[in-house]
């Protein structure tokens, strides 16, 4: 399942993109998930990676989407991001914040194809590591980049992910082995977290996605020595 964000102002154009979408899922046998945003304070708001793909309209009326863009990586280095726009100049702006590539207006099904065929391409060479979930409904491959963490309720587990929330059995010590070599790390007795995710730290907390997550005083110091690490081994 292919994730996509469609962020666009105009009425027309959401529906030819959408349509666009479909047909392309029907044609290359991808299953897409599309969801519609008006303007890019929507998308911005509570944004928590959950998207593969962003098609993101660069002139809208509260907020344009390079700024929605600059905002989005901050929490969301992987995203692909295609523009679309009228303007090819505005488009070239895209570089600043990884974009793809662009789509210019009037949008051809052709134009858009080509941009998410090589969109696809992108993901599929990344390196993903996946793990299964076993919940009360079934049980679920989840990538483990798109964990922010796992917390322990009892004899309970909740998988705090970019697509929702999973509730498992088990303990925080087995997936601790399972995770060691994913950059996931304990806060406490409580929390399992994935430090890529992590925001700062802030009054004893792991800032997660908009979250404080307390970290326990024998483990704080640990804690921010495998966040520095970690972040000095993204930045070489």
């Given at each position: 399942m292919?994730?996509?964000?469609?962020?666009?102002?105009?009425?027309?154009?959401?529906?030819?993109?959408?349509?666009?979408?479909?047909?392309?899922?029907?044609?290359?046998?991808?299953?897409?998930?599309?969801?519609?945003?008006?303007?890019?304070?929507?998308?911005?708001?509570?944004?928590?990676?959950?998207?593969?793909?962003?098609?993101?309209?660069?002139?809208?009326?509260?907020?344009?989407?390079?700024?929605?863009?600059?905002?989005?990586?901050?929490?969301?280095?992987?995203?692909?991001?295609?523009?679309?726009?009228?303007?090819?100049?505005?488009?070239?702006q895209?570089?600043?914040?990884?974009?793809?590539?662009?789509?210019?207006?009037?949008?051809?099904?052709?134009?858009?194809?080509?941009?998410?065929?090589?969109?696809?391409?992108?993901?599929?060479?990344?390196?993903?590591?996946?793990?299964?979930?076993?919940?009360?409904?079934?049980?679920?491959?989840?990538?483990?980049?798109?964990?922010?963490y796992?917390?322990?309720l009892g004899?309970?587990?909740?998988?705090?992910?970019?697509?929702?929330?999973?509730?498992?059995?088990?303990?925080?010590?087995?997936?601790?082995?399972?995770?060691?070599?994913?950059?996931?790390?304990?806060?406490?007795?409580?929390?399992?977290i994935?430090?890529?995710?992590?925001?700062?730290?802030?009054?004893g907390?792991a800032?997660?996605?908009?979250?404080?997550?307390?970290?326990?005083?024998?483990?704080?110091?640990?804690?921010?020595?495998?966040?520095?690490?970690?972040?000095?081994?993204?930045?070489?």
């Amino acid at each position: 399942m292919v994730r996509i964000a469609v962020v666009e102002d105009e009425a027309a154009y959401t529906q030819q993109i959408t349509e666009y979408l479909e047909r392309f899922s029907e044609e290359s046998g991808e299953a897409v998930k599309i969801t519609v945003f008006s303007d890019g304070d929507e998308i911005v708001e509570a944004y928590k990676a959950q998207f593969d793909i962003i098609l993101l309209d660069i002139q809208m009326r509260f907020m344009d989407g390079m700024t929605a863009a600059k905002e989005i990586r901050k929490a969301d280095p992987e995203v692909v991001i295609i523009f679309i726009t009228n303007m090819v100049q505005y488009a070239v702006q895209g570089y600043s914040v990884d974009a793809l590539d662009f789509v210019l207006k009037p949008i051809s099904y052709f134009a858009l194809s080509q941009r998410l065929e090589k969109a696809l391409d992108r993901i599929k060479k990344r390196p993903m590591t996946y793990v299964a979930v076993s919940t009360k409904s079934g049980t679920y491959k989840l990538e483990a980049s798109k964990i922010y963490y796992i917390e322990s309720l009892g004899h309970n587990l909740m998988f705090h992910t970019a697509s929702g929330e999973y509730s498992s059995t088990g303990t925080l010590k087995e997936w601790e082995k399972k995770l060691k070599d994913m950059h996931f790390f304990r806060g406490n007795s409580c929390y399992l977290i994935n430090l890529e995710h992590v925001d700062g730290i802030q009054d004893g907390c792991a800032l997660v996605k908009g979250e404080k997550l307390t970290l326990s005083r024998n483990r704080k110091t640990a804690f921010m020595e495998a966040l520095a690490n970690y972040v000095c081994e993204v930045e070489r």
